[in-house]
């Protein structure tokens, strides 16, 4: 299976941007649907995105509809996460995740596969 590394993460003013990388390793990567979670201090982890496997369907938690962009790069390996007027309730460690086949979950039950997480903290 995939192994995933996150980078990307920092420290962003509010209305700031930042655009998160999840790399993975293996020649299997167009095999996998790939999600984006995460987890603020004292919060329960949370749904971000997911991207289908082609990357030709995506769904948006309510909270970062309109502001996040999930996309990939089979070629790469890489799926990245595009975050636009980011705002202090963004602050959490992001994870990418990965499952193999089609089925796109929004829970991480879901997901088998996970990298170790990039801070992202945004400033007011």
């Known amino acids: 299976q995939v192994q995933l590394v996150e980078s990307g993460g920092g420290l962003v003013q509010a209305g700031g941007s930042l655009r998160l990388s999840c790399a993975a390793s293996?020649?299997?990567?167009?095999?996998?649907?790939m999600a984006w979670f995460r987890q603020a201090p004292g919060k329960e982890r949370e749904f971000v995105a997911v991207?289908?496997?082609?990357?030709?369907?995506?769904y948006y938690a309510d909270s970062v509809k309109g502001r996040f962009t999930i996309s990939r790069d089979n070629a790469k390996n890489t799926v990245y996460l595009q975050m636009n007027n980011l705002k202090p309730e963004d602050t959490a460690v992001y994870y990418c995740a990965a499952r193999l086949g089609t089925t796109l979950y929004t829970q991480g039950g879901g997901y088998n596969v996970w990298g170790q997480g990039t801070q992202v903290t945004v400033s007011s």
């Open positions: 991207i289908s496997r082609s990357g030709g369907v995506v």
């Open positions: 293996g020649r299997t990567f167009s095999n996998y649907a």
